[in-house]
């Protein structure tokens, strides 16, 4: 779904968009070290909303635990809970789930088959 194809006349459908976007880019740069309290207009910036719209959502994430407000250096700043964190983890990896899967009838760098050898393959199609 498009930002642009959002259907407004749906709240909660808008609310799910906008929920899943902020907790995948909070989730994100956590995980980058990019910064764990985020400000709203970096989060304006990133998700190319207006300010107005994400504050409302930014409100509801509060209201429901996924995340905690900081007012610090004459900013807000936004921070996943662990909640929120467990929770964007698994929208993150839903997300990118299709691009980190290795082709088939290859191994992944995790493979039991890269350290002890190609007989201890968990994975009988791939070939060596």
Same mark, same amino acid.
């Given at each position: %779904?498009?930002?642009?194809? +959002?259907?407004? @006349?749906?709240?909660? =459908?808008?609310?799910?968009?906008?929920?899943? !976007?902020?907790?995948?880019? +909070?989730?994100? %740069?956590?995980? /980058?070290? #990019?910064?764990?309290?985020?400000?709203? /207009?970096? =989060?304006?910036?990133?998700?190319?909303?207006?300010?107005?719209?994400?504050?409302?959502? #930014?409100?509801? =994430?509060?209201?429901?635990?996924?995340? /905690?407000?900081?007012?610090?250096? *004459?900013? @807000?700043?936004? &921070? #996943?809970?662990?909640? *929120?964190? &467990? /929770?964007?983890?698994?929208?993150?990896?839903?997300?990118?789930?299709? %691009?980190? @899967?290795?082709?088939? *009838?290859?191994?992944?760098?995790?493979?039991?088959?890269?350290? !002890? *050898?190609?007989?201890?393959?968990? $994975?009988? #199609? $791939? @070939?060596?």
């Amino acid at each position: %779904m498009s930002k642009e194809r +959002l259907n407004d @006349k749906d709240p909660e =459908l808008n609310h799910l968009f906008w929920k899943d !976007e902020i907790l995948q880019v +909070l989730y994100w %740069m956590f995980g /980058e070290e #990019l910064g764990d309290k985020v400000p709203l /207009e970096r =989060l304006v910036i990133l998700l190319n909303s207006p300010e107005d719209n994400l504050f409302q959502h #930014l409100n509801q =994430l509060l209201l429901d635990g996924y995340i /905690e407000q900081h007012d610090e250096d *004459g900013s @807000k700043k936004f &921070k #996943l809970t662990d909640f *929120g964190r &467990k /929770e964007a983890g698994q929208r993150f990896a839903g997300a990118f789930e299709g %691009m980190q @899967k290795v082709g088939h *009838g290859e191994c992944g760098p995790d493979c039991d088959c890269q350290w !002890e *050898g190609h007989d201890s393959c968990q $994975h009988h #199609l $791939h @070939k060596h």
